[in-house]
């Protein structure tokens, strides 16, 4: 089985990923199940696909740490894997 590690992601990716979630829940909410989440004082044309698109854009950030994090362990994988068929003189 394979090692588990520890991904540290910095809290304000953190954050903003709970807070991108939020308003894409309650944007999506407020379009399609027609919820009244948002006081009417605060509401503007389309104001729900506003939340769902600013939502998405704060999640950006660390869907884009975690991507990088993911990729760059790999290439590591890979290069060690490369370096010992090398040393070993092995061949495909």
């Known amino acids: ?48 696909w506003a939340m769902f698109a600013l939502g998405v854009a704060m999640m950006i950030p660390c869907t884009l740490f975690l991507i990088t994090v993911a990729t760059s362990g790999r290439k590591k994988t890979i290069q060690k894997e490369d370096e010992a068929t090398r040393s070993s003189g092995k061949r495909f």
């Open 1 to 48: 089985m394979a090692k588990g590690f520890r991904l540290d992601i910095p809290w304000e990716f953190l954050l903003g990923d709970v807070i991108g979630s939020l308003l894409v829940g309650v944007g999506l909410a407020e379009e399609l199940a027609h919820a009244n989440l948002v006081p009417l004082s605060w509401r503007f044309p389309n104001y729900g």
